[in-house]
């Protein structure tokens, strides 16, 4: 395109009087003109100010107007600025200057198609053609592009078996053929036409996936096995095309064999990791405790054979042996995991977990004060640490621990509701009890069905005999909710005996123990007798409540005077 615009640098001879004189050829003077202004506008399109460019190449312009390369590159700049009439105004008297020069064609098609005139536009591409035989290919492919806009696949169809007689069968050709086909509800040309493209192109294995792929999305599954079945045996380790055979066999339940194509597929680096551990973790969830453990484990061996720098492949494997109820398992897997990469919460989550279940509470807080260190605005770190201390009886490390994650929760009346009350278990274990109190009630304020709060409030408040009416309220509806849990009947029942209504907390205690293996409950249940003058029974069950290990330590005592001791505080 640029040719138009060369100038041929001469050495310049030594100026005759003549060419200087007044009477001098006008027209030599308006070509040295237009040949200035024309390199004085390129010099401005090589430094990107297209604004200067096109007022040089409009000052040639006045001088010849007729000058298709000028209102070529007019045409091009006012295209780029989305001027597009006046593009088309410009592109229009090159075309009419030079039809044959197909760069000048294909510019006008474009502006066209920008003005939103696509038949203008594929009219301008055909003439493009039929004038230039030679012509590049890729504007075959934008006129095919415009039959299917201006709704005439058939012709679309037409232009593409033009592009494939010119250059042999393509891939994107070939697509977007079957989509054609495919939207015209021509299966069988469809996947005829996938075919072809396997035949030209038999070592690509993604064109025999996506072969598949159409037959099973037009419920022809079992054809679509066949298919790669057939496929693999001509052409073995296809990965993608093992890996799509073995979704389909899973989808199918057919896990062995699915199994047996996994493996292969998981051994190749053509396969994304992201591909196998979505596939990986839908065995997991398939398969039972005794079930084909082995081979899944040796899935779970060969993605970290490929994956072995990848924290996702270790906290794959961790997810199986958790799955399979193989915790230290699952914790080494999730510990390598963290190590390559701390960014996953849910990683730490796993570790915290694992580590509480075993009662492993300083682990714990090793682990939440570093998952913090990655994560420092996740409440859910803050309260598995805490838990830590506290069970370590580091009341105050506790404390802290909590207030940090309660001041982070926003817009989460159910987490801050249980910040609050393990703060509240917290001061009351540090004997900070108004402290205690005022939190409990924060909890419940936040979250009025939180029961293990009510429980907790209320019995403190019972053993205090402090506030027993506001107890009693509380207790009263968390039973209400919960008629059949035996922790809170006691709690309720127990609040009533502090407030002495006594014959109503032995109706109640009386639920609570029945089949009960809690001296706590049991120790109770005979205090209450007790108070309503059931001595004997009372005394039968504190001994009850004595062998079954943890009763008061006023137990002996009761049990020796028969007789019943306060153990308020």
Known sequence: MSSAFVVNAQVPETPQQEDILPDADPLKVD?????????????????????????????????????????????????????????????????????????????????????????????????????????????????AALYLYNGNPNSALKTYDRIEQRLGVLEEVSTQKQKIYLKQNKLKEAIAEGKRLVKAYPKVGSYAVSVAQILVSNDKKLEAVDYLKEYLNEHPNQALVEMELAKLYRQTNEIDLALKYFKKAFNSEEIQLEDKLNNFVALIQKLSENENNSELKQLGSNILKVHSNDANAYAANGDLHFALKEMDSAQYFYERAVKINGNNLQLWQNLLSLEMEKNNYQKVIDYADEAISYFPNQPVLYLYGGSAHFSLKNFKNAIMMWEQGKSIVYGNDRMKSSFAAQLADAYHADKQYEKAFSTYEEAIKANPNNYFAINNYTYYLSLKKKNLERAKELSSRMVKANPENTTFLDTYGWVLFQNEEYEEALRVLEKAAENQTSATIVEHYADALFKVGQKEKALEQWKKAKSLGGASDLIDKKIADKKYYDASI
């Open 31 to 143: 070509r040295f003109n237009v040949e200035f202004l024309i390199v004085e506008g390129m010099h401005f399109l090589a430094i990107d100010n297209p604004s200067k460019a096109l007022d040089s190449f409009m000052k040639a312009h006045q001088i010849m107007p007729e000058n298709s390369a000028l209102n070529f590159k007019i045409a091009k700049i006012l295209k780029d600025s989305e001027d597009t009439e006046q593009a088309l105004f410009y592109i229009s008297k090159a075309t009419d200057e030079e039809p044959n020069n197909y760069y000048y064609q294909a510019l006008q098609a474009e502006i066209y198609t920008d003005l939103g005139d696509l038949s203008s536009a594929i009219d301008t591409y055909e003439v493009l053609y039929k004038l230039n035989e030679e012509a590049p290919d890729d504007y075959l492919l934008e006129l």
